[in-house]
């Protein structure tokens, strides 16, 4: 089983719509949780990140993390075709010097946002 | 500021062969570390280098190895290439005063081996 589960899609809306990715870890160490954008053939692009548990909103996204339940998600308001791409969940342990910057990574939800 | 380089950005090799990839990162930014994607595993921790230094390794073979130079520059090295060594390879950067967890990545570079 791996460390960290994410529905690989593809999800496909219509332009306006909420877009709602999720991902649930088995890790309770994982500290640090972000979400990445990768368009096709391009570098992942860190999109959010939180610490711990919480809600975390920059513009049309928000970040929310529930640690009781392993569970993280990403939210995308009003939906544009830009944003179709792949989202990757990634995560985190709290100690640098533990376990170094190493991300954990889900295997991405390819999203298509449709006109 | 300039992002995080990568190059090349496409290589072929014939399996048997090594390679030797280079990653600069950001301005100010100590900490490299490199994952390997591929559409069956996903991105996949290989190392982080800090200060020159290994801080943490993967769980790949020995034939894949890094190094760090003092200017925060970074190489990886795979030897004796296999057909299963083809894969995106990215390299990310980031800074001690984030925490760390600003992980900032490169285009990659696209390696295929034959």
């Known amino acids: 089983q791996k460390e960290v589960e994410q529905d690989p899609g593809p999800l496909s809306v219509p332009e306006g719509a909420i877009v709602s990715l999720n991902c649930t870890y088995s890790n309770s160490a994982f500290q640090y949780f972000m979400w990445y954008r990768q368009y096709s053939r391009k570098g992942p692009e860190l999109l959010m990140y939180t610490y711990s548990s919480g809600n975390k909103e920059d513009g049309r996204f928000t970040a929310q993390v529930d640690k009781s339940s392993k569970y993280i998600s990403l939210f995308i308001r009003d939906s544009q075709p830009s944003d179709s791409a792949t989202y990757l969940c990634?995560?985190?342990?709290?100690?640098?010097?533990?376990?170094?910057?190493?991300?954990?990574f889900g295997t991405g939800t390819q999203l298509k946002v449709e006109l | 500021k300039a992002g995080v380089t990568q190059t090349p950005r496409y290589l072929i090799k014939t399996r048997g062969q090594q390679v030797t990839l280079s990653c600069s990162p950001i301005?100010?930014?100590?900490?490299v570390s490199w994952y390997q994607q591929t559409p069956g595993q996903g991105l996949q921790f290989l190392f982080e280098?800090?200060?020159?230094?290994?801080?943490n390794k993967g769980n790949f073979p020995g034939r894949f190895s890094g190094r760090q130079f003092s200017n925060s520059r970074s190489e990886m090295n795979v030897s004796t290439l296999e057909l299963g060594d083809s894969a995106l390879y990215l390299c990310?950067?980031?800074?001690?005063?984030?925490?760390?967890?600003?992980?900032?990545f490169g285009p990659g570079t696209r390696l295929t081996v034959t």
């Open positions: 280098y800090f200060s020159e230094t290994q801080r």
């Open positions: 990634a995560m985190r342990g709290g100690s640098l010097t533990g376990g170094g910057n190493k991300l954990t």
């Open positions: 301005s100010g930014h100590r900490s």
């Open positions: 990310a950067s980031s800074s001690p005063g984030s925490g760390g967890y600003e992980q900032y």
